[in-house]
T-cell receptor, first 114, second 112 residues
Framework: GNSVTQMEGPVTLSEEAFLTINCTYT??????LFWYVQYPGEGLQLLLK?????DKGSNKGFEATYRKETTSFHLEKGSVQVSDSAVYFC?????????????FGQGTILTVHP | DAGITQSPRYKITETGRQVTLMCHQT?????MFWYRQDLGHGLRLIYY???????DKGEVPDGYVVSRSKTENFPLTLESATRSQTSVYFC???????????FGAGSRLTVL
């Protein structure tokens, strides 16, 4: 079956620190990979995605590269802000006609202090 | 209002009661989904629908019933609630070819 494993949280950083959240996956077929973010009291929002090997997704200073050889999709940001405090979810979809049947990781809570 | 709305946002019920969580989207998206969010599990797919009158099971469908008589609505019913169904429930929709889900704000359900 499909599964996604994220690094254990919570992660606490100071503003302007470098962020890495690790994500590895197992999948039958050829998945698309996603990072979703959930701000307090809200639903999830797509942060970035990559649909094939070596693709790099990027948005709002966050980046992640689809590494097929290591089955990984690690999230990085060079300088975090307090406003980045949220829960981050790595997810995969094996597609078909919809990208909505997602398998999620357990989520990583990020807290950024001024 | 445009978007995807869930109701109620908060619900407390008792074991054995029937509960229906509502989901409404204004975009006429083909696909709609129900996920539950539990600590340590991330989100898990309960049911999804590809179009009106077409529904299918996800990863954790037991104890839940869905229907989709209209494209814009996708209610989730717990016919006899159990404590293990205490969770936050998220509805989401996806337009054809959109490749991205839009989530509602969630419904927090507590079963006593």
């Amino acid at each position: 079956g499909n599964s996604v494993t994220q690094m254990e949280g919570p992660v606490t950083l100071s503003e302007e620190a470098f962020l890495t959240i690790n994500c590895t996956y197992t999948a039958t077929g050829y998945p698309s990979l996603f990072w979703y973010v959930q701000y307090p009291g809200e639903g999830l929002q797509l942060l970035l995605k990559a649909t094939k090997a070596d693709d790099k997704g990027s948005n709002k200073g966050f980046e992640a590269t689809y590494r097929k050889e290591t089955t990984s999709f690690h999230l990085e940001k060079g300088s975090v802000q307090v406003s980045d405090s949220a829960v981050y979810f790595c997810a995969l979809s094996v597609g078909g006609t919809s990208y909505g049947k997602l398998t999620f990781g357990q989520g990583t809570i990020l807290t950024v202090h001024p | 209002d445009a978007g995807i709305t869930q109701s109620p946002r908060y619900k407390i019920t008792e074991t054995g009661r029937q509960v229906t969580l509502m989901c409404h989207q204004t975009w006429s998206h083909s696909y709609m989904f129900w996920y539950r969010q539990d600590l340590g599990h991330g989100l898990r797919l309960i049911y999804y629908s590809a179009a009106a009158d077409i529904t299918d099971k996800g990863e954790v469908p037991d104890g839940y019933v869905v229907s989709r008589s209209k494209t814009e609505n996708f209610p989730l019913t717990l016919e006899s609630a159990t404590r293990s169904q205490t969770s936050v429930y998220f509805c989401a929709s996806e337009g054809s070819g959109a490749n991205v889900l839009t989530f509602g704000a969630g419904s927090r359900l507590t079963v006593l």
